[in-house]
């Protein structure tokens, strides 16, 4: 994982996301998305977004590093 805060844009406004939290990242975004169209309310769409976390990281232990 690279140094420093990696969640910080660049010059151009682009953020890199780590190799290892790519995955996380797309699922978060997709869960983010999503309820912006449904009926989901937020607490459950936190909660829907923390257990997919949960999940990934047990699945990929690596990214805890």
């Known amino acids: 994982m ?5 969640t910080e844009a660049d010059k151009d406004g682009f953020i890199h996301v780590p ?3 790519d995955g ?3 699922k978060l975004g ?3 998305r999503f309820h ?3 009926d989901k309310n937020e607490i459950q769409t936190v ?3 923390a257990w ?3 999940k990934y ?3 990929h232990p690596e990214a805890l590093k």
């Open 2 to 6: 690279p140094k420093g805060n990696w």
């Open 19 to 21: 190799d290892e939290l």
């Open 24 to 26: 996380l990242v797309n």
């Open 30 to 32: 997709f869960q983010l």
């Open 36 to 38: 912006t169209i449904s």
């Open 47 to 49: 909660c829907d977004m």
């Open 52 to 54: 997919i976390a949960q």
């Open 57 to 59: 990281f047990r699945d």
